[in-house]
């Protein structure tokens, strides 16, 4: 069974303090993707990130950094020095890669991010 | 490059009553999903099409809920009847080929009923 579990509902942090959300995940699929989403108060969802189950080195894009560690089944991801824009859901999610449910994402429930000058 | 667009953005209607969604997703993208994203959840595929065909309808509750997708391009999703547990924002995503998981929301359909 498929399942993404973000622990955390909401983090709450002041401007330019860095944020870091939990993502934990469960597949006995051998390939797969994981997303991070954000999902800010108009509602789409906004790609963020992917890594393929295959390559865990962790990256940093602009004030986006993430830590994939296949052990621990675990994708973090961090903002660097938060702004008040980065406010809003955060979605973990992790896609299949397999021939009968070939791209279908599995989303965790979301964290929560305030953040306030 | 438009995104995905949906139709109508809010909508209220009584239990038991019909409803009807409509996404139009980026232009040559292949497959197609519509989402259901409960309050406080995360969303949940409910079917996914790859042109024209269903790849996945795995979770659509097929007793009320249908969805379409003539000609590949646009979709629609309809309810009927709806229930008080349908209340939630219908997303609607699209992504290019074959392959390739990367999916572009639109900015959803919030459906209450009541």
């Known amino acids: 069974a498929q399942k993404v579990t973000q622990a955390q509902t909401e983090i709450s942090v002041v401007e330019k303090e860095d944020v870091t959300l939990d993502c934990v995940y469960e597949?006995?699929?051998?390939?797969?993707?994981l997303f991070w989403y954000k999902q800010p108060p108009s509602g789409e969802l906004v790609f963020l990130i992917r890594?393929?189950?295959?390559?865990?080195q962790n990256e940093i894009s602009g004030r986006y950094s993430w830590n994939f560690q296949k052990s621990t089944s675990s994708f973090n991801f961090t903002i660097t020095a938060s702004q008040v824009v980065d406010s809003a859901v955060y979605f973990c999610?992790?896609?299949?890669?397999?021939?009968?449910?070939?791209?279908?994402?599995?989303f965790g429930a979301g964290t929560q991010v305030v953040v306030t000058p | 490059e438009a995104g995905v667009a949906q139709s109508p953005r809010y909508k209220i209607i009584e239990k038991r009553q019909s409803v009807a969604f409509w996404c139009n997703p980026i232009s040559g993208h292949a497959t197609l999903y519509w989402y259901q994203q409960i309050l406080g959840q995360g969303p949940k595929l409910l079917i996914q099409?790859?042109?024209?065909?269903?790849?996945?309808d795995s979770q659509l509750p097929k007793d009320r809920f249908s969805a379409e997708r003539l000609k590949g391009v646009d979709s629609t999703l309809k309810i009927q009847p709806a229930k008080l547990e349908d209340s939630a924002v219908y997303l609607c995503a699209s992504s290019p080929r074959v392959g390739n998981t990367e999916a572009f929301f639109g900015q959803g359909t919030r459906l209450t009923v009541v």
């Open positions: 890594r393929n189950s295959f390559d865990e």
């Open positions: 597949t006995r699929d051998t390939t797969y993707y």
């Open positions: 999610a992790l896609g299949q890669m397999t021939t009968d449910s070939w791209g279908k994402l599995q």
């Open positions: 099409f790859q042109n024209n065909g269903v790849v996945d």
